[in-house]
């Protein structure tokens, strides 16, 4: 069975400084993997995925993140935050067939929620 | 805005009754998904339909059950609500072919009293 970790509940950050959010998954076969995004009070909005090729995704808002199947981590990155970049950060995974086509099914890690001092 | 819309936004009830919540996914996308997202369990994969069919089952109780609509709309039924399934409840659509690719509606905050 799939499993995602995420590596701290809280993370904070000062106001232009480096974001890192680490992710960590649990599949027998790599999987598609996932960031997203949940401003308060907000539905999910997809930050970046990697599914096949370049292993160094960028994303939306000037995130990046990269696949290590040596690590079996995703861990995402910003060089310099926001103070808009106050949000929690949920790490995905999914499974696909021999084909390459997505189950569907997300998996999600427990959060991370990211604090962004002025 | 993704494009999903859930109603309602947020539902009150007490213990014991029954609740619909209802999702739209985007125009044309076939597939829905359904998520709940509480304290305890985090966000856990629910249910998704495809073109009106059940396609892949997760962790969603026998008391919750879902369908979905000719108009491809979905609908999520929960019964003999427990106060644990207090949560939000998302919804998600993807276009066919590109599974991997959801888009979230705002949710629907339950509350059992």
New interface residues.
């Given amino acids: 069975a799939q499993s995602v970790t995420q590596l701290g509940s809280h993370v904070s950050v000062s106001e232009g400084a480096l974001v890192l959010l680490r992710c960590n998954y649990s599949s027998s076969v790599p999987p598609y993997l996932f960031w997203y995004v949940q401003y308060p009070n907000q539905g999910l909005q997809l930050l970046l995925k990697y599914t096949t090729g370049a292993t160094l995704v960028k994303g939306i808002n000037g995130f990046e993140a990269e696949f290590k199947k040596s690590e079996t981590s995703f861990h995402l990155t910003k060089p310099s935050a926001h103070m808009s970049d106050a949000a929690e950060y949920f790490c995905a995974v999914s499974d696909h067939d021999a084909g390459g086509t997505s189950y569907g099914k997300l998996t999600f890690g427990q959060g991370t929620i990211l604090t962004v001092h002025p | 805005d993704?494009g999903?819309t859930q109603t309602p936004k947020h539902l009150i009830t007490a213990t014991g009754q029954r609740v619909t919540l209802r999702c739209s996914p985007r125009s044309g996308d076939l597939?829905v998904?359904w998520?709940q997202q509480s304290l305890d369990q985090?966000?856990?994969?629910l249910i998704?339909y495809y073109n009106g069919e059940e396609?892949?089952k997760?962790n969603i109780l026998e008391r919750f059950s879902a369908q979905q609509f000719p108009d491809l709309h979905s609908e999520l039924n929960l019964s003999s609500l427990e106060l644990g399934d207090s949560a939000l409840y998302?919804c998600?659509s993807?276009v066919e072919?590109e599974?991997?690719?959801?888009?979230?509606?705002?949710?629907t905050r339950l509350t059992v009293l």
């Fill in positions: 993704s999903v597939s998904y998520y985090g966000l856990q994969f998704q396609r892949a997760g998302f998600a993807s072919g599974t991997d690719t959801q888009y979230f509606g705002p949710g």
